[in-house]
Nanobody, 121 residues
Framework: QRQLVESGGGSVQTGGSLRLSCEAS????????IGWFRQGPGKEREGIAI???????IYANSVQGRFTISRDNGKNTLYLQMNNLRPGDTDMYYC???????????????WGQGTQVTVSS
């Protein structure tokens, strides 16, 4: 069964760091594009980082310079290192497979179940 399983969420204080992981279970091929989205109550789902199989990345302006996306193709695992976290980063974070190099959620083909990140002031 193919699925995306996130882990690593939690609660931190402003300025803290977290590392999210996403295992692409059941996929026996290298995913062309995969990334992270986030959504809070009453907000639209926002694409924040995408990485291609070539290692190329794109980031949302809101996280550029603070978050780093990476992948381990051998383990079929995606990561998001989040530094200098702010209360505004509090959201549910989702791993997703996308069909092209874009932050637009309309191009997502598969979603993970999400992991909660909470940043307190």
């Amino acid at each position: 069964q193919r699925q995306l399983v996130e882990s690593g969420g939690g609660s931190v204080q402003t300025g803290g760091s977290l590392r999210l992981s996403c295992e692409a279970s059941g996929y026996n091929y290298q995913l062309p594009f995969i990334g992270w989205f986030r959504q809070g109550p009453g907000k639209e789902r926002e694409g924040i980082a995408i990485i291609g199989s070539d290692g190329g990345t794109i980031y949302a302006n809101s996280v550029q310079g603070r978050f780093t996306i990476s992948r381990d193709n051998g383990k079929n695992t995606l990561y998001l290192q989040m530094n200098n976290l702010r209360p505004g980063d509090t959201d549910m974070y989702y791993c997703a497979i996308v069909t092209t190099r874009t932050l637009n959620s309309r191009f997502v083909s598969t979603w993970g179940q999400g992991t909660q990140v909470t940043v307190s002031s």
